[in-house]
């Protein structure tokens, strides 16, 4: 690598390495063809196809598979050739870890029905159901929900949670929070400590650990604090059961659920009525996609369907496991693999041979010893179909000069290379100051982007920001600074000089009037009042001045007659933004192109996912109220949930966290920010409860056994390890091209070890 002149280098295979084939992602994977001269996957294939033949028991497949060893394309061959057998699609369960792995089984297994089930087939017998794990346990919970006559509970979304949880820690801080150590007891009622006692709470319910289980590893290991927890979370529970229950009866059907409570409560379903999964609602075939990305509480409801006598067929790659901070785990791979599940390992990578070798490098060095990292060659066939370094590197000596060559290389791979925008993606390892420096760089030289603002809540855009101020200025009196906000913002749309003369002709009219008041008092006031601007302000300065006001005025009103007349959370929205005609001119802004058109672009984008929130939070909280909703939406830490069939409005440049990246793939990829300090990141995700190492003492019982410092030793590799899956991922994205960028100044920032590693 030239660390500082900026000249780009292609990869060099080290000695360990072998070259293989450039498989593209093509329907061959989809059918019992594609698999032909791997014995394993071949054997996979025919057992689908006989799987009504054979007892459940003897149909448990594990495939091991590196990223994009063709792990599930493989799956969904297996499905249609199930289907071929004469298994029912409709008792067919294929789970997908994300709403984007679920979009792409689907689509892989559209196309291997397509070209496998013969032609006529009923549709009903061919369409498999293809959801997440919560998506299933909701399925299973409101059967049960209806076998007992009564409704289907809600799930509560992570702001309800929150707020359940701020709620209850405000009155633990009123108190003067006795059961918590003395120097957290400032923090209580802050949003930040509710959200780590909730993840530690979710943590406990994943893995079906009691309350006192967690008080005990407290007391053992000298964490006051998780004794606190511990009481908490019992307590926590007893109010959740009094809140959720509709009536004092102690067989009532809970009213809501938190995403960790649906799961286990989908297990207690199963385990109360045997039956419940039989006749039309059997289910004969469970498909797990990226098992390495689940939680032990969704893979024992797996493991409670397969016993029902459901065959199993599940994709783990240890490589790819990336989420165990949220608490995913290698369990459910380690059960089925000890239940002689029968395991294959796919060892081909089906990208382009320089691309996939640098995934392979950076893998060689995570644990144990996967075979895809040792790539079988493949001679005669060109390693890269554009005349660049199939895997290239650049540092340069400041972030704005990184985006720039980020930029420049994307621009080039476009319009020399003709790589559709939509085929390449920008990769950090977190969407923050780096990937802002970007998409300003971008945006100024006509890359289209999908950016940090489809990974973002809505309520961060300004224009979702604004539609929220309204209907909050209704629901409560704005003060001073909520009307500098509204009249100021998107919607009200006063300039700055003209608020300023707004005030002070207020102000001069108040002084005038004998009634002298400050001038955004002033302002606030005409906001709220009766009287006409005209009136007020004099013909004079009406219009110029007034309008801003005007425009809110109008809006608010819909907002109150919309409420008024009892409409839907949903409703109340739509009628203010049919109102405030921004469609219409966002429209106008996004096709005339350039800087401002990419922000209304991404402003449409925003709105669209305020809508999918509304959408939700009706469907999910039939009676949840105006206020509640907005609330939700400003405590909101995810994107907009993504609708199926829902596709980006044009064709741009994807830009990823590296986390956001799973189930994703594209012709070119850049890693960026690869920096010392960065990626990897230096620090263990401990906060205040040490919750890794709290992981960690759950999941892997020989920690118990360590001292204080070699736990500490063995978190910091696990971590390390953590990091280099990270990257791993991020590099195996690429199917044709990929560039490594950081910022090597000389002096405080340095290229990360991983660049190094592959140079």
């Known amino acids: 690598m030239t660390a500082n002149d900026g000249s780009a280098r292609e990869l060099r295979p080290g000695p360990r390495i072998r070259w293989t084939r450039a498989e593209p992602v093509r329907s061959a994977g989809l059918s019992p063809e594609g698999w032909a001269q791997d014995a394993g996957a071949a054997a996979l294939l025919e057992a689908a196809r006989t799987l009504s033949q054979r007892p459940a028991r003897e149909n448990r497949w594990l495939v091991r598979g590196g990223p994009g060893t063709g792990k599930s394309m493989l799956l969904s061959a297996a499905v249609s050739e199930a289907i071929v057998g004469g298994i029912w699609g409709g008792r067919i369960a294929v789970l997908g870890s994300s709403a984007r792995s679920v979009d792409q089984l689907r689509r892989f297994i559209a196309s291997a029905i397509a070209a496998n089930v013969p032609e006529g087939a009923p549709a009903a017998s061919v369409e498999p159901q293809v959801r997440t794990v919560h998506s299933l346990a909701f399925a299973i919970v409101a059967m049960a929900a209806s076998h007992a006559g ?143 990305l689940i939680d032990p509480m969704a893979g024992e409801l797996i493991a409670t369907i397969a016993r029902s006598g459901a065959s199993v067929i599940a994709a783990h790659s240890g490589d790819e496991a990336v989420f165990r901070f949220r608490g995913a785990s290698d369990e459910f791979a380690e059960k089925l693999a000890e239940q002689d599940a029968r395991e294959i390992e796919l060892t081909q990578v089906h990208r382009g041979p320089a691309a996939a070798g640098a995934a392979g490098i950076l893998a060689q060095r995570l644990p144990g010893a996967a075979r895809w990292r040792r790539i079988v060659p493949e001679t005669g066939v060109p390693s890269n179909p554009h005349e660049v370094p199939a895997v290239s590197f650049r540092t340069e000596r400041s972030a704005s000069e990184e985006s720039a060559v980020v930029a420049d290389y994307l621009l080039r791979m476009h319009h020399v290379h003709e790589v559709p925008w939509d085929r390449m993606a920008v990769v950090f390892r977190t969407v923050g100051d780096g990937a802002e420096l970007l998409q300003r760089q971008c945006d100024s030289v006509g890359i289209p982007i999908v950016d940090a603002g489809a990974e ?15 209907i909050e200025s209704v ?243 696990a971590s390390a390890a953590d990091e280099r899956k990270l990257v791993v991922l991020a590099a195996s994205r690429a199917r044709e091209n990929i560039l490594f960028t950081a910022v090597d100044n000389g002096e405080d920032l340095a290229a990360s070890q991983f660049i190094d590693e592959l140079a």
Not at 242 to 270: H, K, Y
Not at 456 to 470: G, H, I, T, Y
Not at 543 to 570: K, N, Q, Y
């Open 150 to 292: 009564a409704p289907a509970p809600r799930l509560l979304t992570g702001a309800e949670h929150d707020a359940i949880f701020r709620q209850a820690l405000l009155g633990y801080s009123e108190d003067g929070g006795q059961q918590w150590p003395e120097q957290v007891r400032p923090a209580l009622a802050t949003r930040g400590f509710a959200r780590e006692l909730r993840d530690v709470v979710l943590r406990l319910t994943e893995r079906n650990v009691a309350p006192d289980e967690l008080a005990e590893l407290g007391a053992e290991h000298r964490r006051p604090l998780w004794e606190s927890a511990a009481h908490f979370a019992a307590r926590h529970e007893q109010e959740m059961e009094l809140r959720t229950a509709p009536s004092a009866s102690e067989d009532s059907f809970p009213t809501s659920l938190n995403a960790a409570q649906l799961v286990g409560r989908a297990i207690d379903e199963l385990l109360a009525d045997p039956d419940l999964l039989t006749g039309a609602n059997a289910i004969d075939l469970v498909v797990v996609d990226d098992s390495q």
């Open 456 to 470: 973002v809540p809505p309520a961060e855009d300004p224009m979702v920001r604004a539609l929220l101020d309204v």
């Open 475 to 717: 629901l409560r009196t704005p003060d001073e600074q909520d009307t500098r906000t509204l009249l100021m913002g998107p919607l009200g749309k006063a300039d700055p000089a003209d608020f300023r003369d707004l005030r002070r002709t207020l102000r001069r009219l108040a002084t005038a009037g004998g009634t002298p008041q400050r001038s955004m008092t002033a302002v606030r006031d005409l906001l709220l009042g009766e009287d006409e601007p005209a009136a007020i302000l004099g013909e004079d300065a009406y219009g110029r001045l007034s309008t801003p006001v005007e425009r809110i005025r109008a809006l608010r009103a819909v907002v109150a007659a919309s409420i008024a007349a009892g409409d839907s959370v949903e409703m109340v929205l739509w009628n203010l933004w049919h109102s405030s005609n921004k469609a219409y001119s966002l429209r106008a802004v996004t096709g005339a192109g350039g800087v401002a058109g990419r922000a209304a672009d991404r402003s449409a984008d925003a709105v669209m996912g305020l809508f999918d929130h509304a959408a939700d939070f009706v469907e999910q909280m039939p009676r949840g109220s105006l206020r509640q909703f907005v609330e939700m939406m400003r405590e909101q830490e995810l994107p907009a949930p993504r609708r199926a069939g829902r596709r980006p409005s044009r064709k741009a440049v994807n830009l990823l966290s590296a986390h956001n990246a799973v189930a994703a793939e594209f012709d070119v990829v850049v890693v960026a920010g690869v920096q010392e300090g960065v990626w990897p990141s230096p620090r263990r995700r401990f906060g205040l409860f040490e919750l890794e190492l709290l992981v960690d003492l759950l999941d892997r019982p020989h920690m118990k056994d360590l001292d204080d410092t070699q736990r500490e030793a063995a978190g910091m590799a």
